[in-house]
């Protein structure tokens, strides 16, 4: 079992940044492949970012690559996501995730392990 608690979430205008954080506990986290997703009201809950167990490969949904950047630091057992460049489309609560795999996969239903998110409201 992991837990996972996220934040950094918050109010930003159009071209700014933000730094998500998501901590982790329970098991090894360094056994877990882990993901960021973005839900806005009234839409699915879609993939954004996702990174391997040692942090050498990267995965990115084509709506952030090159303004978003997700790293992992396995000794403080946390994944980060670096948002800059923000848009009023990227406006949603953001959820951490983690998949008990070394595979990467981008599916929501890939991963076994979920925060309970943080809001991130992007103005124009």
């Known amino acids: 079992q992991v837990q996972l608690v996220e934040s950094g979430g918050g109010l930003v205008q159009a071209g700014g940044s933000l730094r998500l954080s998501c901590a982790a506990s329970g098991r090894t986290f360094s056994d877990y492949v882990m993901g960021w997703f973005r839900q806005a009201p009234g839409k699915e809950r879609e993939f954004v970012a996702a990174?391997?167990?040692?942090?050498?490969?990267?995965n990115y949904a084509s709506s952030v690559k090159g303004r978003f950047t997700i790293s992992r630091d396995n000794a403080k057992n946390s994944v980060i996501l670096q948002m800059n460049s923000l848009k009023p489309e990227d406006t949603a609560v953001y959820y951490c995730?983690?998949?008990?795999?070394?595979?990467?996969?981008?599916?929501?239903?890939?991963?076994?392990?979920w925060g309970k998110g943080t809001l991130v409201t992007v103005s124009s």
């Open positions: 995730a983690g998949r008990f795999s070394s595979r990467i996969l981008i599916g929501r239903n890939d991963y076994q392990y």
């Open positions: 990174i391997n167990l040692s942090g050498s490969i990267t």
